[in-house]
């Protein structure tokens, strides 16, 4: 039922903030993450694990790689990201203290499941994050976190992104809390942070009209690039797979800090470029690079489209047209900087009279290699 909604996809982006809502609940305990399932699974393993391998494919492989700096900068813990058809056949090393943490929305994909099933034979203990309860995965697991984004039909993945971040934040401060590697300070404050990102979204929400106009001004473009740097870099990937996957068009995601060892050589007049903008305030490391990135593509007559803090002045300038999202800790930023995204690989969808909850070729869950 889509409930009054055009299409499942419309539906399941406007339900994100409910997604990361029911994700949350029952997990933060008088303002710290506290993970019941965690608990339950042992907190002295959690306390005693020296690295992290996230298996996954696609958007849930995203969800990993914006994790990575979560739990890496909070839980001071190793993590590598791998695509789970990648990890299975090459006799990946797996130590006594590697925890290997699978997401996977349907919790039945293959390949997934063969690389929890392959490092669980190894002696490796694995955690689950999935969204589908009694799934196969979350079975074979040691553990689970399920994601309670509810049911996701359309094919692209869209609310059960966000709630898979959500739930491996949930992680990341939780592994933080055993290992005594943030403050109590610190952990509440983290936990502030999530607890305000369904708000948050629903103002992202509300920029739908004017990225609607972007893209049926946009239903031509035959090639989409992204560019996004630290977090924002696997939202530049997601965006462009959402494109990919939704409009038929031809999308890459590059890291910012990439630009100038080659792709900058695909820019000519007129080519879109989407970029996701640090925050001036929380990035202020990494804010000013970004905007000498689109002042050095802009030279070259890209046209950009800038996702950046409101209030961002620095873009402005630049950019030929920006969308704007509250303000938020950089790690969270990416959250919100991946809603317009969405919106826009929809709405090219549907400008382009193509089926946007079933697109060709694909399935929604891949249970075979
Ligand atoms: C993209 C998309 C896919 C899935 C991938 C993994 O929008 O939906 O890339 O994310 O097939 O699926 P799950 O999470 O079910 O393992």
């Not at 965690?38 to 969800?63: E, H, N, Q």
Request: aromatic share 6%.
């Amino acid at each position: 039922d889509k409930g009054g909604w055009s299409s499942f996809m419309a539906k399941e982006v406007s339900e994100q903030p409910d997604a990361v809502a029911n994700t949350l609940r029952g997990r933060i305990t008088d303002g710290v993450v506290t993970v019941p399932e965690l608990t339950a699974f042992g907190d002295d393993i959690l306390a005693g694990v020296g690295r992290i391998v996230i298996v996954a494919c696609g958007t849930a492989s995203y969800a990993g790689a914006v994790a990575k700096y979560a739990i890496e900068k909070w839980a001071r813990v190793p993590v590598d990201v791998e695509l789970s058809h990648e990890f299975r056949y090459r006799e990946p090393v797996l130590t006594a203290d590697t925890l290997v943490v699978s997401i996977s929305q349907s919790g039945e994909t293959m390949d997934t499941l063969m690389a929890v099933k392959y490092a669980m034979a190894e002696g490796t203990k694995a955690i689950s994050i999935c969204n589908t309860q009694g799934a196969t995965i979350p079975r074979e697991s040691d553990a689970v976190i399920y994601t309670h984004a509810g049911p996701e039909v359309a094919v692209a993945s869209t609310k059960a992104f966000v709630a898979q971040i959500t739930a491996l934040y949930l992680f990341a401060l939780h592994l933080a809390r055993v290992r005594g590697s943030l403050t109590q300070a610190e952990l509440r404050a983290q936990a502030a942070q999530l607890q305000a990102i369904p708000e948050k979204i629903q103002i992202v929400l509300g920029e739908a009209p004017a990225i609607k106009q972007l893209a049926t001004w946009m239903s031509d473009t035959r090639a989409v690039l992204f560019l996004g740097r630290h977090v924002g870099f696997p939202i530049a990937l997601e965006g462009a797979l959402k494109l990919k996957e939704l409009a038929y068009i031809h999308a890459e995601g590059f890291a910012a800090g990439e630009l100038k060892h080659g792709p900058i050589a695909l820019i000519e007049p007129g080519q879109p470029v989407f970029v996701v903008v640090p925050s001036p305030r929380g990035s202020a490391h990494l804010h000013p690079k970004v905007i000498s990135n689109i002042q050095e593509i802009r030279a070259r007559g890209a046209r950009i489209i800038a996702i950046a803090e409101l209030g961002d002045a620095a873009v402005l300038p630049f950019a030929d047209t920006v969308i704007h999202i509250p303000l938020a800790a950089p790690l969270f930023e990416p959250l919100l900087a991946v809603i317009p995204l969405q919106i826009f690989a929809m709405e090219l969808s549907i400008a382009k009279g193509l089926d946007v909850d079933q697109p060709r070729n694909l399935a929604k869950s891949v249970t075979v290699e």
